[in-house]
């Protein structure tokens, strides 16, 4: 017949648990690992592209004598380029006199004021579409940069009735 152990352990047990921790508590050696590896290209392409933002050219109140004001035209274009900015005749040239524009009254029988848009603050260069463009920059680079639009109203237009004058430029950047 057996008989069932009931003491304390001996030294045997001792090793027994202490083998048998160990085995749990110590991790298996690592596994031999390989590695492989490759390139990954990474590529970007700029392209031509630019953006303009024209300020208002607001004469205020006219009163017989010649009349200035002056606009930003803001521009942004990605590095290396020349680009043109041209401005066109306006919605009303068709009615101008002296000039190559006209500002309208709006009115059903409309009234007209002649007006220019120059690229220099003498207003001596008239800034016109493709045949007057103006080369803005030799090279951009990338940063917004900033031209003047220089306006004048001709003096002696006191025929013009009371009223508020406009007109609508369109303003195109070449790239």
């Keep these: 017949m057996m008989k069932r152990f009931t003491g304390t352990p001996g030294f045997l047990g001792i090793v027994l648990f202490a083998a048998f921790t160990a085995a749990v508590l110590?991790?298996?050696?690592?596994?031999?690992?390989?590695?492989?590896?490759?390139?990954?290209?990474?590529?970007?392409?700029?392209?031509?592209?630019?953006s303009v933002n024209a300020g208002s050219?607001?004469?205020g109140n006219?009163?017989?004598s010649d009349l200035t004001a002056n606009a930003p035209i803001t521009y942004t274009c990605t590095s290396g380029q020349t680009p043109t900015i041209s401005l066109s005749v306006g919605g009303?040239?068709?009615?101008k006199v002296n000039t190559t524009r006209a500002l309208s009254d709006g009115q059903t029988t409309a009234h007209y004021m002649?007006?220019?848009i120059y690229q220099d603050v003498a207003n001596?260069?008239?800034?016109?579409?493709?045949?007057?463009?103006?080369?803005?920059?030799?090279?951009?680079?990338?940063?917004?940069?900033?031209?003047?639009?220089?306006?004048?109203?001709?003096?002696?237009?006191t025929s013009a009735p009371v009223g508020t004058y406009t007109?609508?430029?369109?303003?195109?950047?070449?790239?």
């Design 167 to 175: 007109d609508t430029v369109t303003v195109t950047i070449t790239y």
């Design 114 to 116: 002649d007006y220019e």
């Design 62 to 64: 006219y009163t017989g």
């Design 26 to 50: 110590v991790p298996l050696p690592a596994l031999a690992t390989s590695t492989a590896t490759s390139s990954l290209m990474v590529s970007a392409s700029v392209a031509n592209a630019c």
């Design 57 to 59: 050219l607001s004469f």
């Design 124 to 157: 001596q260069a008239v800034w016109g579409d493709i045949s007057t463009s103006w080369v803005v920059s030799p090279t951009t680079t990338g940063v917004a940069q900033v031209v003047t639009a220089y306006g004048k109203i001709p003096g002696g237009q």
């Design 92 to 95: 009303h040239s068709a009615n």
